[in-house]
């Protein structure tokens, strides 16, 4: 097949949106099919363009067997709500002619748009349908609902335009996919039909990523701490919505009981400098950057318990892309989530679940963790068991596949044959 990815997140970054953008493209090319993308130059976390990438101008390059077209944008140092909304304007804009001269020329049977950013996928959706090339939008967050849910935006008036529009071009594309049971019921209550939605996860290579003993010289050299200290680990991005305020919060608390217990935040984003000052004068709290892939199997290891801190707010908006990797790794999780909601029926029996915003709570978890070793075995069995079951990187993507190849030949009036399918068969067990 050939296939068209339209999504402002791509490689070289390495977290969030463009990790999952760029395996699976370069997982499709490297089963035969061509891929061309149209993203934007990397930026995310840091909100910050790398100097290679700089200057408004369209780049074109070719990573792992996928083609790339960079469109430039606008990217604000400070991303607050107003100044998100011009960024994602801006690589609507600066992707229009790219999108639309590539399904022109090329011809893609699939055009696959990711949101964010939602406002892009207006003309993905659109240019399919004149082509006859089957069009899919894969929904990573609901932009709308999180902008005025989280304070990202507070003009009120606003909402009820942007919401018709997000329910125009939810309905303009033959398949509508999200992350996670509760984002596709919600996607349901906005219109788009029951036929239409599918779930496709966030997935992790478990393969990769698997339990074991901690490595004690990791632990030492990148962490700086030692094999007796119980390593309470966030890794993600920090900003705003996560409220990661309150893992501050329970630092300064389980510090006046248990000099043992120290506090690992791993990443970057908007709010890590004011993290760090409310973490200044705690001796438990240290700060790390972006790991590289290489280190993040064994950052994961690294952590006796994983950390995520959410707001009520963003209940159901999204699931946490971190989750997988987390569970796959074989250590309990504590999440901050309302019973009933994605994030706390997701971790199951693989963790502990904690009303959100609840700082004194997260402590007295933490600190009962710490001190039962059984306990900590038991609930990371059951993640890792969890993990396997549902976010297998080869299973996932061999299903988006299958689903895309079946809808191309259904276009075209055929159906796979059966060495296709057994093609197909084989790669899903190669790639196990």
Request: charged share 20%; glycine share 8%; with cysteine.
């Given at each position: 097949?050939?296939?068209l990815?339209?999504?402002i997140?791509?490689?070289?970054d390495?977290i969030?949106v463009?990790?999952?953008?760029?395996?699976l493209?370069?997982a499709?090319?490297?089963?035969g099919h061509?891929?061309?993308v149209?993203?934007?130059?990397p930026?995310?976390?840091?909100?910050?363009?790398?100097?290679?990438y700089?200057?408004?101008?369209?780049?074109s390059?070719?990573?792992n067997g996928v083609?790339?077209?960079?469109?430039p944008?606008?990217?604000?140092?400070v991303?607050?709500?107003?100044?998100r909304?011009?960024?994602?304007a801006?690589f609507?804009?600066?992707?229009?002619?790219p999108?639309?001269?590539?399904?022109?020329?090329w011809?893609?049977?699939?055009?696959f748009?990711v949101a964010?950013?939602l406002?892009?996928a207006?003309?993905?959706g659109w240019?399919?349908?004149?082509?006859?090339a089957?069009s899919w939008?894969?929904?990573?967050d609901?932009?709308v609902?999180a902008?005025?849910?989280l304070?990202l935006?507070?003009?009120?008036?606003l909402?009820?335009?942007?919401?018709?529009?997000?329910r125009?071009?939810?309905r303009s594309?033959?398949?509508?996919?999200t992350?996670?049971?509760?984002m596709?019921h919600?996607?349901?209550t906005?219109?788009?039909d029951r036929?239409?939605?599918?779930?496709?996860?966030?997935?992790?290579?478990?393969?990769?990523?698997?339990p074991?003993?901690?490595?004690?010289r990791?632990?030492?050299?990148v962490?700086a701490?030692?094999?007796?200290?119980?390593?309470?680990?966030?890794?993600g991005?920090m900003?705003?919505?996560?409220g990661?305020?309150l893992?501050i919060?329970?630092a300064?608390s389980v510090?006046n009981t248990?000099?043992?217990?120290?506090?690992?935040?791993c990443?970057?984003?908007?709010?890590?400098?004011?993290l760090?000052?409310?973490?200044?004068?705690?001796?438990?709290?240290?700060?790390l950057?972006l790991?590289s892939s290489?280190?993040?199997a064994?950052?994961?290891k690294?952590?006796?318990v994983?950390?995520?801190?959410?707001?009520a707010?963003?209940?159901?908006l999204?699931?946490?892309?971190?989750?997988g990797?987390i569970?796959?790794s074989g250590?309990?999780?504590?999440?901050?989530?309302?019973p009933?909601?994605?994030l706390?029926?997701?971790?199951g029996?693989?963790?502990?679940?904690?009303?959100p915003?609840?700082?004194?709570?997260?402590?007295?978890a933490?600190?009962a963790?710490?001190?039962?070793?059984a306990?900590?075995?038991?609930?990371?069995?059951e993640?890792r068991?969890?993990?396997?079951?549902?976010?297998?990187?080869?299973?996932?993507?061999?299903?988006?596949e299958?689903?895309?190849?079946?809808q191309?030949?259904?276009?075209?009036g055929l159906?796979?044959?059966?060495?296709?399918l057994a093609?197909?068969?084989?790669?899903d067990r190669?790639?196990r």
């Amino acid at each position: 097949m050939r296939i068209l990815l339209v999504g402002i997140n791509y490689a070289p970054d390495l977290i969030g949106v463009a990790k999952y953008n760029t395996e699976l493209c370069e997982a499709l090319a490297a089963h035969g099919h061509e891929v061309r993308v149209v993203t934007a130059p990397p930026y995310y976390p840091e909100w910050r363009v790398p100097e290679p990438y700089r200057g408004f101008r369209y780049r074109s390059e070719t990573l792992n067997g996928v083609s790339i077209k960079r469109t430039p944008i606008y990217t604000p140092e400070v991303p607050t709500g107003a100044k998100r909304l011009v960024h994602h304007a801006s690589f609507t804009l600066s992707s229009l002619w790219p999108v639309i001269s590539t399904s022109v020329r090329w011809r893609p049977d699939v055009v696959f748009a990711v949101a964010p950013s939602l406002m892009s996928a207006a003309v993905p959706g659109w240019i399919a349908a004149r082509i006859g090339a089957f069009s899919w939008l894969h929904l990573q967050d609901f932009e709308v609902d999180a902008a005025f849910d989280l304070g990202l935006l507070s003009n009120r008036r606003l909402r009820a335009p942007m919401v018709a529009m997000e329910r125009l071009i939810l309905r303009s594309f033959d398949s509508v996919s999200t992350i996670s049971p509760q984002m596709l019921h919600r996607l349901i209550t906005k219109g788009v039909d029951r036929d239409k939605v599918r779930e496709v996860r966030n997935w992790t290579d478990v393969q990769k990523i698997s339990p074991g003993q901690a490595c004690p010289r990791f632990r030492k050299d990148v962490l700086a701490l030692d094999s007796s200290d119980f390593v309470c680990l966030y890794s993600g991005t920090m900003s705003n919505k996560q409220g990661l305020d309150l893992i501050i919060d329970a630092a300064r608390s389980v510090g006046n009981t248990n000099s043992k217990i120290r506090f690992v935040l791993c990443g970057d984003g908007p709010h890590k400098e004011q993290l760090q000052q409310l973490a200044g004068g705690l001796t438990n709290v240290s700060f790390l950057g972006l790991q590289s892939s290489e280190n993040f199997a064994e950052l994961l290891k690294a952590a006796d318990v994983h950390l995520i801190p959410q707001k009520a707010e963003a209940a159901d908006l999204v699931l946490p892309s971190k989750l997988g990797g987390i569970l796959a790794s074989g250590r309990p999780v504590i999440v901050m989530a309302n019973p009933g909601t994605g994030l706390a029926e997701e971790i199951g029996q693989g963790g502990i679940v904690i009303p959100p915003g609840d700082a004194g709570g997260l402590a007295e978890a933490i600190a009962a963790l710490a001190g039962n070793a059984a306990l900590c075995r038991t609930l990371g069995e059951e993640a890792r068991s969890i993990a396997v079951a549902r976010w297998d990187k080869a299973t996932i993507i061999s299903t988006v596949e299958r689903t895309m190849l079946a809808q191309h030949q259904r276009r075209q009036g055929l159906s796979p044959t059966a060495a296709e399918l057994a093609t197909l068969n084989a790669k899903d067990r190669n790639a196990r």
